[in-house]
């Protein structure tokens, strides 16, 4: 049974909640190789809690909370063909990544997400429930290459997987796809945005009845414009509150119309914004975009959150957003 939601400024969320401790053992298990029926019971407790959350909150288009995935680049380098994980790298001070390596032809092996989705979706009280893939370009920038040798390809490939797994979901009933590319803002040249929207034409091409979605975060965004707006994309999903939403005069310059998720709560910040400040952020998105285009969300995934500044975040968001329809009425 499907719930009906606002028909403006609707609320969703990025896609990582903070971890439940069942996801923390849940990574315990699965790196000793162990996906057994513990693994499996301790990911959906953890991802049970992170949709009660969400709906606790109010927020009208949900996700899972990513409680499988310990790392957004290692799980699905872990579920793909052509890939191997590393020893831990050390990134600074005690912080260590075990970094994807690809070691042979990149391609899909079998669903990643299909049942995440699905089960995310039987208790979600009706409300849709957004899917979030780590995009191609990332997986790479975030992996060594010791096989293609050339970026190009080895993106393309994983773009096909990815379709592969995006075609499953949408057979499934999924409706809203998000593809999460941060690190195409960091350092990319033109033509590694030209291959990432080969990419997407890939991923998304021709698909119907699914809201085709990019999240994008914490870079030099203006090196996308405008190519990025050719991407075959219906909503685009940026960063905004933490540079003081500086990103909407960059859109108000190129005429963005297409639909907007608006990053309104700053998750590298414990902070909790007054919902009055949220307004204010929301306003200022109404000066680009009409209500029915404008979504309303935090500017990042809220895991590096405690649970209960993460949980208050969103239901101050899910207030402001209530609040700010009320006075368009």
């Not at 996801?23 to 190789?33: C, E, I, S, T, V």
């Not at 991802?47 to 409680?67: C, N, P, R, S, V």
């Not at 499934?172 to 960091?186: H, K, N, R, V």
Request: include cysteine; charged fraction near 30%; aromatic fraction near 10%.
């Amino acid at each position: 049974m499907s719930c009906k939601l606002p028909d403006k400024l609707r609320t969703t969320v990025v896609g990582s909640y903070p971890y439940f401790p069942e996801a923390l053992k849940a990574f315990q298990l699965r790196r000793r190789g162990d996906r057994g029926p513990e693994y499996e019971a301790l990911v959906r407790e953890a991802t049970k809690k992170a949709i009660m959350d969400y709906l606790d909150a109010g927020i009208d288009i949900l996700a899972d909370g990513e409680q499988r995935r310990e790392d957004m680049a290692v799980f699905f380098a872990e579920e793909l063909d052509g890939f191997e994980i590393s020893e831990p790298v050390r990134i600074f001070d005690n912080v260590y990544f075990r970094k994807p390596v690809i070691a042979g032809r990149i391609s899909w092996r079998r669903e990643m997400l299909v049942e995440d989705w699905k089960y995310a979706s039987s208790i979600s009280a009706g409300k849709p429930v957004k899917v979030t893939i780590t995009g191609p370009y990332t997986m790479y920038s975030w992996s060594f290459d010791k096989f293609y040798g050339n970026m190009r390809n080895a993106i393309l490939d994983l773009a096909e997987s990815f379709r592969k797994e995006i075609e499953a979901l949408v057979r499934a009933g999924a409706t809203f796809i998000q593809i999460d590319e941060p690190a195409l803002s960091t350092r990319a040249e033109k033509m590694d945005v030209l291959i990432a929207g080969e990419a997407f034409e890939i991923m998304f091409k021709g698909l119907s009845n699914v809201k085709r979605i990019t999240h994008i975060c914490y870079g030099k965004l203006e090196r996308l414009f405008p190519e990025i707006l050719d991407f075959p994309i219906d909503q685009y999903d940026f960063e905004t509150k933490n540079r003081n939403y500086e990103l909407l005069s960059l859109l108000r310059e190129y005429s963005f119309d297409k639909e907007l998720a608006l990053g309104v709560i700053d998750v590298h910040s414990s902070r909790i914004e007054p919902v009055e400040e949220i307004m204010e952020g929301i306003a200022r998105g109404l000066e680009l975009l009409p209500p029915e285009k404008l979504y309303i969300k935090p500017d990042c995934g809220l895991k590096r959150l405690k649970r209960e500044v993460a949980l208050e975040k969103l239901r101050n968001m899910v207030e402001a957003a209530r609040r700010a329809r009320e006075t368009l009425a």
